[in-house]
């Protein structure tokens, strides 16, 4: 089942009716639609690309575990306002996780970070992703380089350096995987594991989030080479891809990302339950039809193409 918020026109007029029965009644009261409220669910924070002219937040996605916001998967550039539109609090979330340190998968971490330090969080906050190379820091290095005692925010280093005070502390780990999935995190019915994914040079995961028993499976961003990420996604209840780029891509778009055919073989040889599609570009935006279409040749489940603040239950 696939939740959508009220439109603005169903809140105003909601709240005109109410408004007659509860006068003082705020239209702002109604708009927000909590993703979740019982089981399991997934929320996609941010549909889109690194182009802002597609008008989505970029890449982002929470899980909802009986209306607690759990687990957030990557914090791409919008989708730190997404997550307060959800009704999500920084002080519920017990692990963020990476895919890759591209901007349009991280820009809005530190403003995730620092509306934390306002939500009166306590716990640990356990922040797992991939190592480095030439080109990208190692997510240890990344989260050091905003909060640590020579970082950009190193206002905020009391949430990150060791003996300082400071209401929690970030505990940034990085995650050397291959195509055998690694379990990684476990705190009570969440458990994580994850692949190494081709990204061009990019150092990349694809996860897997377990919970009540459910999976959920992210791609990330991906070319689809290997066999990791189908043994990572084998049976999922819900498998989110990227629709980046559309069939016959070729050059550096195809070196980076996965077409509809791939996409639709690696969730047939998966046996997937359900797809859902998202990292949705102006390349691929309006040929939702032919995307559709190669899919179908190979996977035969259900697909759903995703917006922002979409909430799909896991059933």
């Keep these: 089942m696939k939740l959508r918020r009220i439109s603005r026109l169903q809140a105003f007029a909601l709240a005109f009716v109410v408004g007659g029965i509860l006068p003082g009644f705020r239209a702002t009261a109604v708009v927000a639609q909590q993703c979740g409220a019982s089981g399991i669910a997934l929320q996609v924070l941010g549909s889109g690309g690194p182009e802002l002219q597609d008008k989505r937040a970029m890449s982002s996605y929470l899980i909802w575990v009986n209306g607690q916001a759990r687990v957030l998967v990557d914090v791409g550039g919008g989708s730190a306002l997404r ?68 970082g950009v925010y190193r206002y905020l280093s009391e949430l990150l350096v060791s003996g300082e005070e400071g209401s929690y502390k970030m505990q940034p780990y990085d995650v050397l995987a291959e195509a055998t999935p690694v379990a990684v995190f476990r705190n009570g019915d969440i458990a994580t594991s994850a692949v190494r994914v081709i990204h061009g040079g990019v150092p990349a995961l694809a996860w897997r989030v377990a919970t009540g028993g459910k999976t959920i499976v992210f791609s990330g961003d991906t070319n689809g080479d290997g066999e990791g990420l189908p043994r990572l996604a084998a049976n999922a209840d819900l498998f989110v891809a990227h629709n980046a780029v559309p069939e016959g891509a070729t050059g550096i778009e195809r070196r980076l990302h996965m077409p509809p055919s791939v996409i639709g073989q690696i969730a047939a040889e998966a046996h997937v339950k359900k797809l859902v599609l998202s990292h949705r570009m102006l390349r691929t935006l309006g040929k939702e039809e032919q995307t559709l279409g190669e899919i179908k040749k190979r996977y035969t489940g259900p697909v759903e193409f995703a917006d922002d603040l979409d909430c799909f239950a896991v059933n």
């Design 83 to 150: 997550f307060g539109q959800s009704g999500a609090q920084m002080s519920q979330l017990q692990v963020i996780l990476f895919s890759h340190l591209h901007v349009d998968h991280s820009g809005d971490f530190p403003a995730l970070i620092k509306s934390s330090w306002f939500e009166d969080r306590k716990d640990a906050l356990p922040i797992y992703g991939p190592p480095g190379n030439d080109y990208f820091p190692a997510t240890t290095e990344f989260v050091t380089g905003f909060f640590g005692d020579h």
